[in-house]
């Protein structure tokens, strides 16, 4: 005889974070954010390397500059909300911190 499950049982599992010590750390400086469709976002880090212009004539110098795709992360609505309320929430503590090193 076979078993039945209940549809109705849940299992709460817990989620963690793994160790990010073999994680690869990327410099950008450039950041690109697009939609797709309204289903998702594409966010596109980049690094700019800007050229040593000191000493150039002005005909020398570049016309553009092109950023370096380093990583793009698509993300849906959802995580995309939780991103930015993550960044103000530490940003406001960088602020924050920074503030009272200035008054000390």
């Known amino acids: 005889m076979t078993e ?43 690094h700019l390397n800007p050229p040593l212009t000191f000493g150039l004539d002005e005909s020398e110098i570049p016309n553009e500059l092109v950023v370096k795709p380093i990583i793009t992360i698509v993300a849906s609505p959802d995580v995309m909300r939780a991103f930015v309320e993550v960044l103000k929430g530490n940003v406001a503590q960088f602020e924050a911190r920074t503030k009272e090193r200035e008054e000390k």
């Open 4 to 46: 039945q499950k209940n549809p109705e049982k849940e299992k709460k599992v817990r989620v963690v974070w793994g160790s990010n010590e073999t994680t690869p750390v990327l410099y950008a400086n450039h950041i690109q954010v697009t939609h797709a469709g309204g289903t998702e976002y594409h966010i596109t880090f980049g």
